[in-house]
């Protein structure tokens, strides 16, 4: 966020303070190469200065990074950092890799490959770039089909301190399949082309506006840029440090600014003006942004669950060797932010099916969860991205035992009854220097877990990748 | 067209109707506007002339919006955008990132000459708007 610079008098002496902005253009201008990427800088430190002058009045950011995006597993499976789960898949292509889980007793390390097959195949189109996966006119409709298939690769491993239970080799544990019943988030919707509207509305009148700043304050925008490549060639052979030439910048910024006639009617008439119509361009910004990013979203989900363990004999009830039945889960997923802050709300429901009824189950039914959270996107880390913090509660009513057949004990644990599971998750998503690549650290409390009926702390940590920007053409 | 600083551009005659193109990249919609061409007196920067210009999609090229700077000296050119030289024309473009949806949104815009090779700009956030000024001698 820009501030305002801030003129204090102290003992008749003026006293500057620069906006973090400013020093962050500058900085970057010390380590900017030659040529345009010197121009770009200096046009940078021009804005920042001009901002400045509209009282602030210029990049009100928001942190823009998507935060619906579901790389991960599922909140049931063994390796999962997600209570929640986020209402869109890549629009190509997306591998995350996951540690810990959220409601199983017995944890995992799992790989989740996430596909929407239509994109993938818009993706290979002459001149098709990441930003047009989202876009409208290829294959619309299947591409709001996605699959994603994961799998536990620490299967074969654990449990570790059992009699009766022995874990299972094979290491494919869910796969699922989903449907986009609504997406706002996408330009194609109605909603965003009135945003967008309204946005070019006052995008015309903003740029007219500062194009007259501009012509009245070019001689200062000229003697700022010859003054600072002056002193940026003057650093050449000395051993100043960064630090150093940024300070000797700032001086030079400090010096144009102060030689620009802000009092002067000519120059505070054009300045006023266009101060009020960049800050109702910005308004409009963020509003469309908003309307992007916070629209509703509502996904349909089915997924079929493996289990991960199978039991020697339990008595005469249940052979040696028998896997737990199959998991059937109908999931339904809603999302939407609020239009004036950088909040986005999820809500998943769903319910889980045994695939067999087995001797000693009541019915085919398992379990009915319901989930939710809040997502605040926190402001941009400089070069980095958007870290995201996520507070997310779940509640799942386990309507009978949880493998479906009764195991006497679990790591000398009773375990395996009906009941109620609560879990609160605080979550922190990581950005990374390139966006596609997010780190996911979470810590959970739940009440109990699947097998074991004892309150349960832990970590998860993870890492996803969002592998669409791969499809960018490279000369972009 | 020669490339003078960071905002500034000798043109000539010959390089006129000069083509404007901005592409928008890692986003989901080309957001970008192009202020009024406003025409100023070198000797003391007062506006002379203001015409009207306006970004349009391009066919056959996906997320690419364009407009022409009309010849200041033919003849059917509408009378405000005719003016004689030395004058300075300054434009801004205006930007948005609302819609980002890559690792590196960006905007480029190219100013494409009748004669000579076309100079590239290119924006990136935070700034949201870019100034440009032909020196037209």
């Given at each position: 966020m820009r501030k305002l610079w801030i003129v204090a008098s102290l003992g008749g002496l003026g006293l500057w303070a620069q906006s973090s902005d400013t020093k962050a253009a500058v900085s970057a201008l010390v380590k900017a190469g030659a040529g345009n990427a010197r121009d770009e800088a200096v046009s940078t430190v021009w804005n920042s200065l001009v901002d400045e002058l509209m009282s602030g009045g210029a990049s009100q950011f928001?942190?823009?990074?998507?935060?619906?995006?579901r790389n991960g597993a599922s909140s049931?499976?063994?390796?999962?950092?997600?209570t929640v789960l986020n209402p869109l898949l890549p629009a190509a292509f997306g591998f995350a890799f996951e540690n810990g889980s959220?409601?199983?007793t017995v944890s995992g390390n799992t790989t989740t490959i996430s596909v929407n097959p239509a994109g993938l195949i818009c993706a290979?189109?002459?001149?098709?770039?990441a930003i047009g996966?989202?876009?409208?006119?290829?294959q619309d409709y299947l591409r709001r089909w996605g699959i994603s298939l994961t799998f536990d690769t620490s299967r074969g491993k654990n449990?570790?301190?059992?009699?009766?239970l022995k874990a299972l080799s094979d290491q494919f544990a869910e796969a699922a399949i989903r449907y986009e019943?609504?997406?706002?988030?996408?330009?194609?919707?109605a909603r965003f082309k009135q945003a967008l509207h309204d946005w070019t509305d006052k995008a015309k009148p903003a740029a007219n506006s500062m194009n007259r700043l501009d012509i009245k304050l070019r001689p200062f925008h000229a003697e700022l840029e010859s003054k600072l490549k002056a002193k940026l060639d003057s650093f050449q052979g000395t051993n100043k440090s960064d630090d150093q030439k940024t300070a000797e910048l700032l001086d030079v910024v400090r010096e144009v600014k102060g030689k620009?006639?802000?009092?002067d009617p000519d120059v505070s008439s054009v300045l006023t003006e266009a101060a009020a119509n960049w800050r109702d361009l910005l308004k409009a910004d963020d509003r469309a942004y908003n309307t992007f990013a916070h629209g509703w979203v509502a996904t349909a989900e089915y997924s079929l669950e493996r289990p991960d363990i199978a039991t020697d004999?339990?008595?005469?009830?249940v052979p040696q060797g028998t896997r737990p039945p199959s998991l059937h889960t109908a999931r339904f997923v809603v999302s939407r932010g609020l239009m004036n802050y950088n909040l986005d709300f999820t809500l998943n429901f769903s319910s889980s099916w045994f695939d067999q009824k087995r001797p000693?189950?009541?019915?085919?039914w398992r379990d009915a969860q319901v989930a939710g959270d809040a997502k605040w996107r926190l402001r941009d880390i400089p070069d980095f991205g958007t870290p995201i913090l996520s507070m997310a509660g779940l509640y799942m009513h386990l309507n009978q035992r949880p493998l479906g057949f009764a195991i006497p004990e679990f790591s000398g644990t009773k375990i395996n009854e009906p009941g109620n599971i609560g879990v609160f998750q605080a979550k922190l998503e990581l950005p990374t220097a390139n966006a596609a690549v997010r780190i996911p650290i979470s810590f959970t409390y739940a009440n109990r877990t699947d097998l074991i009926k004892e309150s349960d702390v832990r970590g998860q940590i993870g890492i996803s990748l969002n592998l669409d920007s791969v499809f960018a053409n490279p000369s972009k | 067209m020669t490339k003078k600083d960071s905002f500034t551009y000798s043109v000539a005659?010959?390089?006129?109707p000069i083509a404007v193109e901005v592409e928008s990249f890692?986003?989901?919609?080309?957001?970008s506007v192009i202020s009024d061409g406003m025409v100023t007196r070198?000797?003391?920067?007062?506006?002379?002339t203001t015409f009207p210009l306006s970004l349009q999609p391009v066919p056959g090229k996906a997320n690419v919006q364009g407009c022409q700077i009309p010849d200041?000296?033919?003849?059917?050119?509408p009378a405000a955008a005719r003016y004689p030289p030395p004058a300075d024309l300054n434009l801004t473009f205006v930007f948005s990132?609302?819609?980002?949806?890559?690792?590196n949104p960006k905007y480029e815009i190219r100013l494409i000459p009748t004669a000579g090779a076309p100079q590239v700009r290119t924006v990136r956030q935070p700034n949201l708007r870019d100034f440009v000024v032909f020196e037209y001698r």
């Open positions: 928001l942190a823009r990074r998507r935060a619906d995006i049931g499976a063994a390796g999962s950092t997600s959220a409601v199983r290979t189109r002459v001149g098709a770039s996966l989202r876009e409208e006119g290829c449990p570790t301190a059992t009699s009766t019943v609504v997406n706002q988030r996408k330009p194609g919707s620009i006639p802000v009092a004999a339990v008595g005469a009830s000693g189950m009541t019915s085919l | 005659a010959a390089d006129f890692d986003q989901a919609n080309n957001m070198p000797a003391d920067g007062n506006i002379i200041p000296s033919a003849a059917a050119t990132f609302a819609t980002a949806n890559g690792p």
